[in-house]
């Protein structure tokens, strides 16, 4: 045991927010522990390329395809999800889900965790975002403003290395430190892109008595662009490429699968941040560490350890319990394990939140025929969005969107190219030279609009436990209920209405068709819905003002546990419309600063 | 099978597949795996049912002598409308466009089998995937490889697919 006394901190969960604090912590000389609950990786390219070649394999191209099931830490898939029947649990995949809807959204236990399969959406959040309920009476306010959040969105941006253009981001009150440029320009827009905003110019969405101008915007990516050579006082920036092989992935080659995985990192991911953490020296990542419960002193409330099962091969269920302390916890495990594990733990908190408002993105797609060529099927999977709808009084009345744009055709709503290809061949009766340009001109004219609903902070969406559930190590599997609320469902209307609109603007032939049998699918009031998840999981232990309003302080510290942080998209209080990480990732440097204030503090008085 | 009789047979499996697929013979050259395909349907079946499908488009190429149209019109009479030939015309189109070798349905093998213990849907290999054909008909490329370089994306796409 003395050698586990080495650590001052532990964290549970090699990914993003993991992996920032370990090397915040390790460039002020702590010393850190990750425990990690997927299989051993090395850090070279070789390794990561096995993942690709997994997913070139797999005949079910999901998100989570390149990342092998691993029965001792098993990972949630969206084709898990169905329909539920009221009062019957759906124990299919990995969740146990009481509904009434099902929860669709995955995650990835890995190391590196889920920015392995993100698409690298990095838009801040709107100021008005962070005092919704002050504004609009609707979810929840932040503990912190859009301005004191601005420095480590900075950081954040240069952690990740995000490509935008100050000037296309500044809407909605968005606004940015006089000077401040991006580290890289922003991602070339796509044909497709170029060509919606030739036909919307001028385009303004009517609804419910007001009128909305709509723009086509480059979107933030976390992908390596064009370096911007004003970037940090005229410094520049360096892309960061591929572990292992760094000449690799220093520009987005538009391989045209940054989800599930970018061939050559150019997209960012968790191993880039974890590689510089170990290479401190002061890292150590522990792999196959599956983190059961934290001990604690009913005494003082202080967390005294962690208990995990270490397993050898993924397969057998065989492992040892052991258990490890140190100064300080980081639970970074994402937004249901962290929450899971609590639960465990029979850590709950003051608040009584620990588990709920549990959230997501509900993303409503739609889809259509151009009226010429726009190129599908290239480029990274989205490269422009439309804001327009991001932020306003509306809110009050039903929740905001934000519209993506996508590259890829039809392939996220119907499996496109593929499904034209089985139609053109079992009732086309195509072959030969027919077949080839039908698949032409079909699969050039397609492209589908996301829209990324925010879903209201709820204490009935919520991750439990219950002991007739567990995995194959015996941990427990995550019981979530879940529903949509009518604010969202008033969102989703107005968003088919957007679709409408838009479309009869630009003179799209709207191809839009719900399956009423598919997970997500909703019938209200004349409106046919239907609704994915994101992959955007939020909420389940949020940040507030005191410890009765909320689990962790802006600082992701549990109000109950002093020596416990609880970090990632689980702190925030609500999920707003701008893709998570980015903030995430921002919060994350604020709560590493604190953490090693902290440990400063300590060490003073020791 | 000897290795004699599948490179003979492969420059039968090659013409018809072009015929099939709409690429020409060279484009299905380029991508390595005509010989592999035409070993993955052997394997699947068997050699004698693909001798025969061969034959026979061997056949209607012969009865249609420079006559593209009377030849599309042969092979849509009796390849494509075949309940024999249909299904295994389709499903070599599918291994070539995708990748994948696509299991028969029952009702075939029962009636042409009846019984082909190989006949599983896989997808052939890492190569198979990204030399899909599917890619070059939708005038794109394979998600996750065969990138086409940094903002490509950005300019029109091609007026047509490559032959």
Redesign the interface.
Same mark, same amino acid.
């Given at each position: 045991m003395d050698k586990d006394k080495d650590f001052d901190v532990v964290i549970v969960g090699a990914g993003i927010s993991g992996a920032i604090t370990a090397n915040e912590l390790a460039k002020k000389g702590y010393s850190v522990l990750i425990l990690e609950a997927g299989v051993k990786k090395s850090n070279n390219y070789q390794s990561y390329l096995s993942y690709l070649d997994t997913y070139y394999n797999n005949m079910v191209k999901i998100p989570n395809s390149p990342f092998p099931n691993n029965p001792d830490a098993p990972q949630p898939l969206v084709t898990d999800a169905q329909q539920i029947v009221p009062g019957t649990p759906d124990t299919t995949g990995y969740f146990v889900q009481n509904g009434p809807q099902p929860f669709q959204s995955t995650y990835t236990r890995s190391k590196g965790g889920t920015t392995l399969h993100w698409l690298g959406t990095c838009l801040r959040m709107l100021p008005d975002d962070f005092k919704e309920k002050e504004r609009y009476g609707t979810g929840l306010d932040w503990p912190i403003s859009y301005e004191e959040l601005m420095p480590y969105y900075r950081k954040a941006e240069h952690e990740i290395g995000v490509s935008a253009c100050v000037e296309d981001q500044t809407f909605h009150g968005v606004h940015f430190e006089k000077d401040y440029v991006y580290p890289m320009k922003k991602v070339p827009q796509s044909y497709l892109d170029q060509k919606l905003g030739d036909w919307a110019d001028g385009f303004e969405f009517q609804y419910e008595g007001e009128s909305y101008e709509v723009d086509i915007v480059s979107t933030p990516q976390g992908r390596n662009s064009t370096p911007n050579p004003n970037y940090d006082g005229g410094k520049g920036y360096q892309p960061v490429g591929a572990v292992g092989n760094p000449d690799l992935g220093q520009r987005c080659e538009g391989n045209s699968a940054c989800v599930p995985i970018c061939p050559v990192q150019a997209k960012y991911n968790a191993l880039k941040t974890l590689k510089k953490a170990v290479e401190t020296g002061q890292v150590k990542i522990w792999s196959q560490c599956v983190v059961t419960e934290l001990t604690y002193d009913t005494g003082n409330g202080h967390i005294t350890g962690v208990k995990y099962k270490k397993y050898k091969n993924p397969n057998s269920g065989k492992h040892k319990e052991k258990k490890i302390s140190a100064k300080r916890y980081v639970l970074a495990t994402h937004a249901v394990e962290n929450a899971k594990i609590m639960l465990a733990s029979g850590l709950y908190s003051t608040s009584g939140l620990m588990g709920k408002n549990l959230m997501d993105h509900p993303v409503l797609l739609t889809w259509g025929l151009a009226p010429e060529k726009v190129g599908a099927l290239r480029g990274p999977g989205s490269t422009s969005g439309i804001p327009t709808m991001r932020g306003g009084d509306f809110r009050s009345n039903f929740s905001p969107f934000r519209v993506e744009i996508g590259n890829w055709g039809w392939n996220w709503p119907d499996g496109s190219p593929f499904t034209q290809l089985n139609e053109a061949l079992s009732t086309g009766n195509m072959f030969g030279d027919d077949l080839k340009q039908h698949m032409f001109e079909l699969n050039q004219r397609m492209f589908r609009f996301g829209f990324l609903i925010e879903q209201q902070p709820a204490e009935t969406n919520q991750v439990t436990i219950d002991p007739a559930y567990k995995d194959q190590l015996g941990n427990y599997r995550p019981v979530i209920n879940y529903d949509i609320s009518d604010h969202e469902i008033k969102g989703m209307v107005a968003a088919k209405e957007f679709t409408k609109q838009f479309f009869q603007a630009a003179g799209i032939d709207d191809q839009t068709q719900y399956n009423p049998t598919a997970p997500g699918y909703m019938y209200n009031d004349g409106n046919e819905l239907w609704w994915q998840g994101a992959g955007h999981l939020a909420g389940t232990h949020i940040m507030g003002t005191n410890a009765k309003n909320s689990v962790v302080d802006k600082n992701q510290k549990c109000w109950d546990y002093d020596n416990l942080y609880m970090i990632g998209c689980g702190s925030m209080p609500t999920v707003s419309t701008s893709n998570p990480t980015l903030t995430m990732a921002a919060i994350t440097f604020m709560a590493a600063e604190q953490l090693i204030l902290d440990l400063e503090k300590e060490s003073i008085l020791v | 099978m000897s290795n004699s009789s599948i490179n003979e047979l492969g420059i039968g499996f090659k013409a018809m597949s072009a015929?099939?697929?709409?690429?020409n013979e060279s484009t299905l050259q380029g991508t390595g795996l005509n010989d592999v395909y035409l070993q993955t349907v052997c394997n699947a079946l068997n050699q004698t049912l693909v001798e025969e499908l061969i034959a026979l488009y061997a056949t209607l190429v012969l009865e249609n002598p420079d006559n593209p149209k009377g030849l599309?019109h042969a092979?849509?009479h009796q390849i494509?409308a075949s309940p024999k030939w249909a299904p295994l015309?389709?499903n070599i189109?599918?291994l070539w466009?995708?990748g994948?070798w696509n299991q028969m349905s029952f009702d075939w093998t029962q009636a042409y089998g009846p019984f082909f213990p190989n006949d599983n849907? %896989?997808?052939v290999?890492?190569d198979s995937?990204?030399q899909g054909l599917?890619?070059k #008909?939708?005038?794109?490329?394979p998600?996750? %490889?065969k990138?086409?370089?940094?903002?490509?994306?950005?300019?029109?796409?091609p007026s #047509?697919?490559e032959n």
């Open positions: - | 015929a099939f697929t709409g690429f599309k092979m849509r494509f015309a389709q189109i599918q466009y995708t994948t849907t %896989a997808i290999s890492s995937y990204k599917i890619w #008909a939708v005038g794109a490329h998600m996750g %490889a990138q086409e370089g940094f903002a490509s994306w950005a300019f029109p796409p #047509a697919p």
